[in-house]
């Protein structure tokens, strides 16, 4: 297993990354007492847990860089993000954006720009999953209107967060170095369905667990296809949908566990 200390270096996509991004990712959903365990245990000295009205993150940091994560939101609870995907958009960076996203980032927005600012000089990285994907790519976008660019932005299961305009505006700055990972069927990922638009590079994972970049339109469906038909197969006796189940952060996780040498932009 690669070692976090021998990570995290000044790439646009790094396996190694992506696989500590997505723990990260999945530790958010900790408590915090727990969450500061962790990334103590794995050399963080620095540690700042947010939470106000509902959305959390957290913030640790080494010598060279730092780390900020955004809760998501547990499988459970999906319904709710789709519920929420026909909210109204309002103003946000380079367009318009997701209302609920918006104001969810607001809750804690003031105290995580002052961490991050206090940390100016060291490498930032910024990660979340469902619900907290979309808080990452807002809160990337507002850094970067304020002068402040990620090294790399990693995301799982992220719902569409704003309009046109945002997608070029945010492409144009953050595209390359955000990292948009999709596991076959994830529901989430598909919401909300009118007038927003996807970001970043999309990496997507195909029904028999492997990493693929820049799949066409013809096979992304066909895959698709086979993973409901799989996954019904194996879930026979089980609650819930294939696309419920290719949400799971956990499983997201696993599968960059297995690709941890693997480069999915090596043979573009």
């Known amino acids: 297993m690669s070692d976090i200390k021998q990570s995290f270096k000044e790439s646009q996509y790094s396996p190694s990354d992506a696989y500590w991004m997505a723990k990260m990712a999945l ?7 727990k969450v500061q365990k962790e990334v103590e245990e794995l050399g963080f000295t620095d540690f700042e ?6 959305t959390q993150a957290f913030c640790c940091s080494d010598d060279e860089k730092v780390i900020l994560s955004f809760r998501g939101t547990e ?3 999906i319904e709710d993000i789709i519920s929420d995907a026909r909210v109204l958009k309002t103003e946000g960076p380079f367009g318009k954006v997701h209302r ?4 969810a980032l607001d809750n804690v927005w003031s105290d995580v720009e002052s961490k991050v600012k206090s940390l100016e ?20 976008a507002t850094f970067s209107n304020n002068d402040v660019k990620p090294e790399s932005i990693y995301t799982f299961g992220q719902p569409k967060v704003g309009n046109k305009s945002f997608a070029k505006e945010y492409n144009g700055r953050l595209g390359e170095i955000h990292n948009r990972f999709v596991n076959n069927n994830d529901v989430v990922t598909r919401v909300p369905n009118v007038g927003f638009e996807h970001i970043g590079k999309f990496i997507y994972i195909n029904h028999k667990g492997e990493l693929v970049y820049n799949i066409n339109l013809l096979k992304l469906e066909a895959d698709r296809l086979a993973g409901r038909v799989s996954g019904r197969l194996k879930n026979l ?7 419920t189940a290719d949400h799971s952060m956990v499983n997201y996780l696993e599968f960059l566990e297995k690709n941890i040498s693997f480069n999915p932009f090596s043979n573009n």
Do not use: C, E, Q, V
């Not at 609920?100 to 104001?103: A, L, Q, S």
């Not at 000089?121 to 990337?140: D, M």
């Open 27 to 33: 530790s958010a959903y900790d408590p915090s007492a």
């Open 75 to 77: 499988a459970s609870h």
């Open 100 to 103: 609920g996203f918006k104001f």
């Open 121 to 140: 000089g060291k490498r930032l990285y910024i990660t979340g999953h469902s619900l907290g994907a979309a808080l990452a790519t807002l809160a990337a």
């Open 49 to 54: 847990f947010f939470d106000n009205k509902g």
């Open 237 to 243: 006796t089980k609650i819930g949908s294939d696309g």
